[in-house]
Antibody
Framework: EVQLVESGGGLVKPGSSLKLSCVAS????????MHWIRQAPKKGLEWIAL????????YYADSVKGRFTISRDNSKNTLYLEMNSLRSEDTAMYYC????????????WGQGASVTVSS | DVQMTQSPSYLAASPGESVSISCKAS??????LAWYQEKPGKTNKLLIY???TLQSGTPSRFSGSGSGTDFTLTIRSLEPEDFAFYYC?????????FGSGTKLEIK
């Protein structure tokens, strides 16, 4: 069974940094692209980043480009999202998700990690 | 960016009824439209991709149609477990974008 477990969320002040992790199991992690998606309170889903299976390509939403970095360690079956210069509008539940056969859809999601940016 | 306009935002129906949810793209996305189901306490579920292809495990009462800019998710003969949030997502180009969601509630 595919499982994705996010961690590293919390309450931080504006301008600070935070790094999320997503540990994957139940599939060959090194063979699949991975996404980060977020959902602000009472809002819809916002895709924020994708990394290819071999880290050869990375894509970002404009809202996070230059501030967030997606990375992965295939030896640890772990996906990361490093978030810098955090703003109040980055407050959201952050989900990692598995890419489905390079179709740019997500066929497995984690339960999410909560990030609150507030002074 | 491709804007996805989903409607209605709220829908009330009874078990056994059929419902349709619309998703309109701001420009042509060919057939690259996916539908997801969100339920409390569960991880999001991919239902349909490429407009009409059912993901493995998706019940046949779900169907997707459309191409270009107009797409529809239809659920026939609603079951109690179908009452949830539904989101569309275009997977034609970056950035990937989602619709604002539809909450399907029991009438």
């Amino acid at each position: 069974e595919v499982q994705l477990v996010e961690s590293g969320g919390g309450l931080v002040k504006p301008g600070s940094s935070l790094k999320l992790s997503c540990v994957a199991s139940g599939f060959t992690f090194s063979s699949y692209g991975m996404h980060w998606i977020r959902q602000a309170p009472k809002k819809g889903l916002e895709w924020i980043a994708l990394i290819y299976y071999d880290s050869s390509n990375k894509y970002y939403a404009d809202s996070v480009k230059g501030r967030f970095t997606i990375s992965r360690d295939n030896s640890k079956n772990t996906l990361y999202l490093e978030m810098n210069s955090l703003r109040s509008e980055d407050t959201a539940m952050y989900y990692c998700a598995k890419e489905y056969y390079s179709l740019y859809v997500m066929d497995a999601w984690g339960q999410g990690a909560s990030v609150t940016v507030s002074s | 960016d491709v804007q996805m306009t989903q409607s209605p935002s709220y829908l009330a129906a009874s078990p056994g009824e059929s419902v349709s949810i619309s998703c309109k793209a701001s420009k042509s996305i060919n057939t690259y439209l996916a539908w997801y189901q969100e339920k409390p306490g569960k991880t999001n579920k991919l239902l349909i991709y490429s407009g009409s292809t059912l993901q493995s495990g998706t019940p046949s009462r779900f169907s997707g149609s459309g191409s270009g800019t107009d797409f529809t998710l239809t659920i026939r003969s609603l079951e109690p477990e179908d009452f949830a949030f539904y989101y569309c997502q275009q997977h034609n180009e970056y950035p990937l974008t989602f619709g604002s969601g539809t909450k399907l509630e029991i009438k």
